[in-house]
Antibody, heavy 125, light 110 residues
Framework: EVQLVESGGGLVQPGRSLRLSCTAS????????MTWVRQAPGKGLEWVGF??????????QYAASVKGRFTISRDNSKSIAYLQMNSLKTEDTAVYYC????????????????WGQGTLVTVSS | QSVLTQPPSASGTPGQRVTISCSGS????????VNWYQQLPGTAPKLLIY???QRPSGVPDRFSGSKSGTSASLAISGLQSEGEADYYC???????????FGGGTKLTVL
């Protein structure tokens, strides 16, 4: 069974850092792009960023709202994707979901399946 | 403000057919495929429709997707109470170089 499990969420003060992990199982992790999506309380979904598959060097892209503060990385040997969040702001408070990108080699034609259960990050003093 | 525009709410009675729209532009829906996600209350989103109109295995054929120009639609026929959820459209945006979502539509079964 394909499964994604996020961990690492919690309460953190503004300006501090936090690292989330996404542990994958049930598929060849390195063959897929992985993405992070967040959802602020009572709000809609917002794409955060992604890391390409091993074949494409694991390169990354980010949403403008987090670029320069967040970094996505991956360890294909452990089947884990990471989201390093620095200089956190109160508006970063959200449930963070990890998802696998399925579809063709063209990333723009991909879709998110499955999704993890999410981990809550609360940024507050 | 979301890049893709969805109505905030929709409703219908059991057995009815409802449609949820998703409006974008040439840089997203107009040039790339659209995916739809269903989020039941208190749960993570789940893939409902991919590549404009394809259903993953396990998704009932009551759900269908379509696209025309810079707009897409999700149709749900034979509405059931289990269909009460938030529905999101999403597409890659060539100008933003990333995925964009609609603001979500809360479907209520009356």
């Amino acid at each position: 069974e394909v499964q994604l499990v996020e961990s690492g969420g919690g309460l953190v003060q503004p300006g501090r850092s936090l690292r989330l992990s996404c542990t994958a199982s049930g598929f060849t992790f390195g063959d897929y792009a992985m993405t992070w999506v967040r959802q602020a309380p009572g709000k809609g979904l917002e794409w955060v960023g992604f890391t390409r598959s091993r074949a494409y060097g694991g390169t990354t892209q980010y949403a403008a709202s987090v670029k320069g503060r967040f970094t996505i990385s991956r360890d294909n040997s452990k089947s884990i994707a990471y989201l390093q969040m620095n200089s956190l702001k109160t508006e970063d408070t959200a449930v963070y979901y990890c998802t696998r990108v399925k579809g063709s080699a063209l990333i723009a034609a991909g879709w998110f399946d499955p999704w993890g259960q999410g981990t809550l990050v609360t940024v507050s003093s | 403000q979301s890049v893709l525009t969805q109505p905030p709410s929709a409703s219908g009675t059991p057995g009815q057919r409802v449609t949820i729209s998703c409006s974008g532009s040439s840089s997203n829906i107009g040039g790339n495929t659209v995916n739809w996600y269903q989020q039941l209350p208190g749960t993570a989103p789940k893939l409902l429709i991919y590549s404009d109109n394809q259903r993953p295995s396990g998704v009932p054929d009551r759900f269908s997707g379509s696209k025309s120009g810079t707009s897409a639609s999700l149709a749900i026929s034979g509405l059931q109470s289990e269909g009460e959820a938030d529905y999101y459209c999403a597409a890659w945006d060539d100008s933003l170089n990333g995925w964009v979502f609609g603001g979500g539509t809360k479907l209520t079964v009356l």
